[in-house]
């Protein structure tokens, strides 16, 4: 198994372009998330899906849309690039489980700069 | 609402050295579940530990143990005799059983672990 993978792992973007982040899993997981990591932040959740074709927002949506089309995929989409959207990108999936917890697997990132 | 701080945002230590990395956490659930995820250089995030409120017994997995005390809302991690691929940052993390869907990080702390 692959695990998480997520598609490109760098890019750069000017100002104002667009991008999409693809994240696909091969684990069959119910849940999956997107985080972005900037230094001295941790990891901040931008949107979740706890399923195929339902969304929702975390704790920084702003510039960010996502959809979930396919259990297995996990689409982040930057409509207008700015610089403050520079970061490393992380998907992860976790699996709903009977006891109760969501143990995250984490895709090996991307990184995004914008100029 | 629900909050994880990780005081120590850096420390080194010597080869072979004991180190404890501290995680204090904030939560008005009854039910939650506390994770460590580490991050070496190359970027990955690395599960390894989940613990739920329930289950206050210290855990030991090799040089690694966790001691998680609900008196302090503490999930400390202790490393012992120190290596130098234990360099990396270490994230704790809260997900509340109202909210499993999602899980908090705290910033990370940076260790180093000098030969």
């Known amino acids: 198994n692959a695990g998480v993978t997520q598609t490109p792992k760098f890019r750069v973007l000017k100002t104002g372009q667009s991008m999409t982040l693809l994240c696909a899993q091969d684990?069959?997981?119910?849940?999956m998330y997107w985080y972005r990591q900037d230094p001295g932040m941790g990891l901040r959740l931008i949107h979740y899906?706890?399923?195929?074709?339902?969304?929702a927002k975390g704790e920084v949506p702003d510039g960010y849309n996502v959809s979930r089309l396919k259990k297995q995929n996990f689409l982040l989409g930057l409509e207008s690039a700015a610089p403050s959207q520079t970061s490393v990108y992380f998907c992860a999936s976790s699996p709903r489980t009977g006891q109760g917890y969501y143990e995250q697997y984490f895709g090996p990132g991307t990184r995004l700069t914008v100029t | 609402a629900q909050k994880v701080t990780q005081a120590q945002t850096e420390i080194s230590v010597v080869e072979k050295e004991d180190v404890t990395l501290d995680c204090v956490y904030e939560?008005?659930?009854?039910?939650?579940?506390l994770f460590w995820y580490k991050q070496p250089p190359s970027g990955e995030l690395v599960f390894l530990i989940r613990r739920n409120s329930f289950d206050e017994q210290n855990e030991i997995s090799g040089r690694y143990s966790w001691n998680f005390q609900k008196s302090t809302s503490s999930f400390n991690f202790t490393i012992t005799a120190s290596q130098v691929v234990d360099s990396a940052v270490y994230f704790c993390?809260?997900?509340?059983?109202?909210?499993?869907?999602?899980?908090?990080f705290g910033k990370g702390t940076r260790l180093h672990i000098l030969p």
């Open positions: 939560t008005r659930d009854t039910t939650y579940y």
């Open positions: 899906s706890v399923g195929e074709g339902t969304t």
């Open positions: 684990m069959n997981h119910e849940y």
């Open positions: 993390a809260l997900s509340e059983a109202l909210e499993r869907d999602k899980i908090i």
